[in-house]
């Protein structure tokens, strides 16, 4: 069936006729149903309807969910596959089932699909260089949107051949005939959640495909199948379960999408020189994928252009800058570097009468202190400064008190005239007074990683205890970035929330 205005339309329509009746009229009657997101129906609760940009509504009215309810839904799509999804045929539409522990279902997640026509604008000229691409980012920013209209670009726009592997049917709907949003793509159905890894090779070995989609690669084998197709000279374009750049490098089943982490050991001098511990990480072969994307939120994404390079700099401790596309609220796409302030922008440093005198951007060389610790309190600050590889590239040196008297650091500069910066200790707090010092920055402007990483211990434990949503305070990205990472190293899942300035962490219990 060709792809007309209609469509949409048509789709909803069939989403609303498999919910309970007062579910939908509800829904109809709010006058918000272009903007429905999903409607969370578990047995016994309140239903709650989630629409875009906004929080998730209990609504009290409609009364608790009931099995009959449950029955319902489940017996008009049908059955539910391997990974306890389900769909409707010809449509984007997701059903996902919650099962207690005699397989019964007892909650519902009906998320509605959309076709996005342009949804991947912004990242056009990426997408037409044939380079492999791994979008990042958290559940329901868009990813799997964005893999279809990538596919129907290529397939219909760049005339590739395009075959999608579709796991849960995911990114062309339920049914024989696949959904007209991946345009002349062909699509593989996956039989079962395991066995995506062999779909995406037998995509290659039978197919002759110029590209190849795939929808949360997330297992040691599917890392190992993306390789493979990428050493074959194939188009590679996938979404992998991690928020951002670091997510992946850390991830132990994942690393290899991004070359590999192994470990090496330093020479004493070395280790010295470097503010490091002997032992460092280090990537240990080419990235599978050439570009990371990571969808911070629906308007707004980073790119790192050569994910080698980017990888390099985070194990090296370094603050890796971005390009930065979002769309406005007019709907212009603005390009831009994400980067430190640099000279003639910022952080004027006064005079010995107060005034504001010449901008002042630093370049420091860290002895002792381990180059990642300096680099979250510069990003948490927004400082201006750089860090340096060697001692000739350096304005100063940052230290502690202890390497100071160990002597060490005196024989390097020895014969140098370098000023030297010495903390009492290695510690956050002393990093940053330092830096507050340095920039004239009040402690009241910036919330630090170390309260941001205690609330979000706070707040764990509320979530564990009462079984329940929390919400975090306002933060900066950086340290929203730093909030996710944390609530996923515990085992339990975040999203952003809200717009800026107030855009928030809200926790979820584990299911």
């Known amino acids: 069936m060709p792809a007309t205005k209609d469509r949409p339309a048509e789709d909803l329509q069939a989403f609303m006729a498999v919910l309970p009746r007062r579910v939908s009229d509800w829904i109809m009657a709010s006058g918000k149903i272009s903007g429905l997101q999903e409607i969370v129906l578990d047995l016994g609760a309140i239903p709650e309807i989630r629409f875009e940009n906004a929080l998730g509504e209990r609504v009290v009215e409609l009364g608790i969910v009931t099995v009959e309810d449950i029955e319902a839904v489940t017996g008009a799509i049908g059955v539910f596959n391997g ?3 389900a769909g409707l045929e010809g449509t984007l539409h997701r059903i ?7 397989g019964v279902v007892v909650g519902l997640t009906c998320r509605v699909g959309r076709a996005i026509y342009g949804a991947v604008d912004v990242l056009r000229d990426l997408i037409a260089k044939k380079k492999s691409i791994l979008f990042l980012g958290p559940p329901g920013i868009g990813k799997t949107t964005k893999l279809r209209e990538s596919a129907r670009l290529l397939a219909e726009g760049c005339q590739r051949r395009v075959v999608i592997v579709d796991t849960s049917n995911e990114i062309a709907g339920d049914g024989n005939i696949p959904h007209p949003g991946i345009g002349l793509a062909r699509r593989m159905q996956v039989p079962a959640p395991d066995r995506q890894h062999a779909v995406m090779i037998e995509a290659v070995e039978n197919h002759m495909p110029e590209v190849i989609i795939v929808d949360e690669i997330g297992t040691q084998e599917e ?10 000279g194939v188009q590679l374009i996938a979404t992998a379960h991690g928020y951002a750049l670091e997510n992946i490098i850390k991830n132990p089943m994942l ?7 192994q470990s090496v050991i330093l020479g004493d001098e070395e280790a010295k020189l470097r503010g490091t511990q002997k032992t460092v990480l280090e990537r240990k072969a080419l990235p599978t994928f050439d570009t990371i994307v990571e969808l911070r939120n629906r308007d707004l994404i980073a790119i790192y252009h050569d994910t080698k390079q980017a990888v390099d700099g985070i194990l090296r401790g370094e603050r890796v800058i971005p390009e930065i596309r979002k769309r406005r609220e007019d709907g212009v796409l603005e390009t831009e570097p994400e980067q430190m302030p640099d000279r003639e ?11 504001h005198a010449a901008p002042v ?6 002895y002792g202190i381990g180059y990642e610790r300096i680099n979250r309190v510069i990003g948490s600050l927004g400082a201006p400064v750089r860090l340096a590889k060697n001692l000739s590239e350096a304005d100063f040196v940052l230290t502690i008190k202890k390497q100071m008297s160990e002597g060490g650091l005196s024989r390097i500069l020895e014969g140098r005239e370098m000023p030297v910066h010495v903390l009492r200790r290695n510690s956050v707090h002393d990093i940053e007074r330092f830096f507050r010092n340095l920039y004239h920055i009040p402690e009241s402007e910036v919330s630090t990683e170390e309260d941001a990483l205690f609330e979000i211990g706070e707040i764990l434990k509320v979530v564990r205890s009462e079984k ?3 919400d975090a305070s306002p933060r900066s990205s950086y340290l929203r970035r730093i909030q996710h990472q944390e609530v996923s190293d515990q085992g339990f899942h975040s999203i952003s929330i809200g717009e800026e300035p107030k855009r928030r962490l809200r926790v979820y219990p584990k299911p």
Not at 96 to 102: E, H, K, L, T
Not at 255 to 261: A, E, Q, R
């Open 361 to 366: 951007s630093y370049t420091l060389f860290p």
């Open 96 to 102: 996902s089932a919650i099962r207690n522990r005699m």
């Open 255 to 261: 690393s290899d999408l991004v070359g590999g982490i």
């Open 223 to 232: 890392t190992q199948a993306a390789r493979t197709i990428a050493e074959r």
């Open 468 to 470: 329940r949503s929390v």
């Open 83 to 85: 990974d306890n999804r």
């Open 345 to 355: 922008e910022v952080f004027l440093e006064p005079d010995i009468h107060g005034n």
